[in-house]
C-alpha cells in the first residue's frame, strides 16, 4: 500500500481533523487537488496530493508513488480516515509518526542594499537564459532586462502589469498609508495562459518577497488588500496559492531561493533558481520575477531607499 511520506503544515493539520469526506477538484500527472469541508482556523480548503517527485508545501501531502493517479477524476469522493485515505482505487496510508514540512524563518540581513539584490537576480537570470530552452518566458526576458517575446500574445499587457505595480510600490515606499494597488492588482490577476497565469504567480512572488521584512507591513497590507478585492478575476487554483502567499506561506521550492538568497549563498541561490524555475510551464519563473520585485520593494522599505 502506497503512503504519504511528508505533509505541509496545513495539509497535516487537515488529517488531524479527520475522518471527513471531499470531492476531487481537479487531477494531472503529478498532483491530485481535492476540496474538503472548511476548517476552522484554514487558510483555504484545497488540498493535494502528490507524487514522490512533487515538492513538498503547506497545503500538500506527498506520496510514494511514483506514477500518475490513474482512474481518479474531478467529482470523486475522497475519504479522510485516522489511517489512510481512500480515493478512486488507492488506498494511501497515513503513517502513524507523519514528518511535517514548515517553512523557516529567514533574516535578509545579508541583502545590504538594492545593488547587492540586483546583482544575484542578474547571476540567476544569466544561468537561465543558458538553460530555459526557447521559447523562453517573457518573465525570464524581463528578469534578463529585456522585452518580452513579440509572439507571446500576453507578453506586453504582463511587462505593463509588472512596471505598473513596481511603480506603486516607488510611490508608495513615500506614503505613511499606501493607498492599495486594486488596479494595478487588476490589471494582473487572471493574465496568462496555464492553470495559475502569470500575472497570478507574478503577485504571488511579490507577496513572499514583501513577507521577509517586518518594515515592509504596510506595503504588504496594502497589497494583500488589493489581491483579496480582485481574487475573483482569476480561477480557483490560483486563488488556493494566493491566498496562502497572502497569509505568509509558500513552498520548499520558493523557501530554499528566499533562504539563500537571504545568505549571500551564490551556488545556492542558483541552484535553487533553477529548481524553481522547473516548476510548472513558466510559474516558477514567473514567480521568481515577483520575488525579486517583493524583495526589492521590502529592502528599501528596510533602508528608507526610493526605487528609482
Not at 488531524?16 to 474538503?36: D, I, K, T
Not at 517586518?214 to 483579496?228: E, H, N, R, Y
Not at 520548499?252 to 549563498?265: F, G, H, K, N
Request: glycine share 10%.
Amino acid at each position: 500500500m502506497p503512503s504519504i511520506c511528508i505533509a505541509g503544515t496545513a495539509a497535516a493539520a487537515m488529517l488531524q481533523q479527520g475522518p471527513m469526506e471531499g470531492r476531487v477538484h481537479s487531477v494531472f500527472r503529478r498532483v491530485l487537488n481535492v476540496e474538503m469541508p472548511a476548517l476552522a482556523g484554514a487558510v483555504d480548503n484545497l488540498y493535494s496530493l502528490g507524487r514522490q517527485d512533487v515538492p513538498p508545501s503547506p497545503a500538500m501531502l506527498v506520496t510514494d508513488l511514483r506514477r500518475a493517479f490513474f482512474g481518479v477524476s474531478p467529482g470523486d469522493v475522497i475519504r479522510v480516515h485516522s489511517d489512510l485515505i481512500e480515493v478512486g482505487e488507492y488506498r494511501i496510508a497515513i503513517p502513524e509518526a507523519l514528518p511535517q514540512w514548515g517553512q523557516s524563518p529567514h533574516v535578509c540581513g545579508d541583502l545590504a542594499d538594492r545593488e547587492t539584490l540586483e546583482g544575484y537576480f542578474s547571476n540567476i537570470a544569466a544561468v537561465l537564459l543558458q538553460r530555459v530552452p526557447w521559447p523562453q518566458p517573457s518573465a525570464l526576458l524581463l528578469l534578463a532586462g529585456r522585452q518580452p517575446r513579440r509572439d507571446d500574445p500576453y507578453g506586453k499587457a504582463f511587462q505593463a502589469g509588472v512596471e505598473g505595480l513596481e511603480a506603486w510600490g516607488d510611490r508608495a515606499l513615500e506614503a505613511a498609508l499606501p493607498a492599495a494597488p486594486v488596479q494595478e492588482t487588476a490589471r494582473l490577476l487572471g493574465l496568462g495562459a496555464g492553470l495559475t497565469p502569470s500575472g497570478d504567480d507574478y503577485i504571488s512572488g511579490v507577496l513572499i518577497g514583501l513577507g521577509q521584512f517586518p518594515k515592509a507591513a504596510g506595503l504588504l497590507a496594502s497589497l494583500i488588500q488589493a489581491v483579496q478585492a480582485n481574487l475573483a478575476r482569476t480561477n480557483r487554483l490560483s486563488q488556493h496559492f494566493l491566498s496562502y502567499a497572502m497569509a505568509g506561506y509558500w513552498g520548499r521550492l520558493e523557501d530554499q531561493l528566499v533562504a539563500a538568497l537571504c545568505a549571500a549563498d551564490r551556488p545556492g541561490y542558483l541552484a535553487a533558481a533553477e529548481a524553481l524555475a522547473a516548476y510548472g510551464s513558466s510559474s516558477g519563473i514567473d514567480e521568481m520575477l515577483g520575488l525579486r520585485t517583493g524583495l526589492r520593494l521590502g529592502l528599501m522599505a528596510s533602508n528608507g531607499e526610493r526605487l528609482c
